[in-house]
């Protein structure tokens, strides 16, 4: 075959020059589109302001599960008696519930410590710590307790400053105490007055009176008596089945008197988060060391726990699993646990006195970690924790934290 004349063949340079020009700058720009829209996707935090922290050193909340069978010994059983019966998952013979426990917290950058009882009573001597929030907080509550009464028996039982359960560890004067509130604010039934009112005059007939600058009496003096406060709220908030806006709506005062018009429940938790955190800076003890814990993930699948919803896994999610359970953008069953921490990371920005204790990231993985049908209830508990469990790690990271904050 007879050679191309070389005007062709030179003809084509420059179509081919043009060609790997644009294949150069189409390749930086999907490049610098990754780096722009790649974050760490399944990170709850992505969606929020940038959380106060005691440290820049490592982020303890970002990291992966990683699975190891010999795990650091457990330092408490399913003997313990504090433990809610529902959570006590070994004993209820939950298929996995010696697996949980199995899986190890890693931050990305460093090590988060394993919590050492003996070695917190004797630092936190003469301390009083309080968890004020919902059943959550309790979770917490009692798993630290079990880790802390496997030194010492020696205790007394009380209810310190209207706490709903406390117990002080005598031969180091260190005191732990749950002070259970559901909404923070102070809450109670409301009818409709016969001689008529601001709400009347609306049509509403019953609800729920919520007062936005009241705190609730069961932990109104904690602030004064703890050095140590972990407060939450949340799971309450978006509770359709106890405050159903048509027939039991949330309705919000502030000085004793209606807010009008009527506020949807978001932005009464806003209210109750602004007015909560001043009553908390302004009233607590010399001092005192103040955490706000973020939100605490459900794992209903199928639909939400009225409705069917289950939750029967025996591993941890992975990160595409987690962004299709909790992604905003889904507004899936279990949505409201970034919503609400969007609300709270809003009431604590510039605000020096509160650290965030961010357990979400590590705990929307932990689909596995729920009581599921061993609750005792008669639907899947897929909402509080099993203990020994995720929680226990929860107080690796608030031990670790605190730690820091004291420069220990």
Request: charged share 20%; aromatic share 12%.
């Amino acid at each position: 075959m007879a050679t191309p004349p070389p005007p062709n063949k030179l003809s084509l340079f420059p179509l081919l020059s043009l060609l790997c020009f644009i294949s150069i700058f189409f390749l930086l720009s999907l490049s610098k589109r990754a780096s722009l829209s790649s974050p760490n996707t399944h990170r709850s935090s992505t969606v929020f302001p940038p959380k106060p922290d005691a440290s820049r050193a490592c982020d303890f909340s970002d990291g992966s599960w990683i699975y190891d069978p010999n795990p650091r010994s457990a330092t408490y059983d399913g003997s313990c008696k504090e433990i809610f019966k529902g959570w006590n998952c070994a004993r209820n013979n939950k298929t996995n519930a010696l697996e949980i426990s199995k899986w190890r917290w890693k931050p990305k950058d460093c090590d988060l410590p394993s919590f050492d009882p003996l070695k917190f009573l004797e630092t936190h001597r003469d301390t009083n710590i309080g968890f004020v929030g919902d059943s959550l907080n309790r979770n917490m509550f009692v798993s630290l307790f079990c880790m802390l009464k496997t030194v010492t028996s020696d205790l007394k039982k009380w209810r310190p400053a209207g706490a709903d359960r406390g117990f002080t560890f005598l031969r180091y004067n260190l005191t732990i105490a749950y002070h259970r509130t559901n909404l923070l604010a102070r809450y109670g039934r409301w009818s409709a007055n016969a001689n008529g009112g601001e709400f009347e005059a609306l049509g509403f007939k019953e609800g729920y009176r919520v007062d936005v600058d009241v705190p609730e009496s069961s932990w109104a003096k904690a602030p004064i008596f703890h050095d140590i406060l972990v407060m939450n709220t949340g799971h309450w908030w978006w509770a359709p089945s106890k405050f159903d806006p048509l027939k039991s709506p949330m309705l919000f005062f502030e000085g004793g008197r209606p807010i009008l018009p009527p506020l949807p429940p978001v932005d009464g938790l806003d209210r109750v988060l602004s007015n909560m955190v001043n009553f908390v800076e302004k009233t607590k003890r010399p001092g005192g060391i103040l955490f706000f814990r973020t939100q605490s993930p459900r794992h209903f699948e199928g639909g939400d726990w009225n409705h069917g919803g289950t939750c029967q896994r025996l591993q941890p999610l992975v990160p595409r699993e987690v962004e299709e359970l909790f992604s905003v953008r889904n507004n899936g069953t279990n949505v409201e646990v970034r919503l609400v921490n969007q609300h709270l990371y809003n009431s604590l920005e510039n605000r020096s006195g509160f650290h965030v204790l961010d357990i979400t990231q590590m705990s929307e993985y932990r689909a596995d970690a729920h009581p599921a049908t061993s609750g005792g209830k008669n639907h899947d508990d897929c909402m509080h924790w099993c203990l020994p469990g995720l929680t226990d790690t929860w107080n690796d990271l608030f031990v670790a934290t605190l730690g820091r904050i004291k420069g220990l």
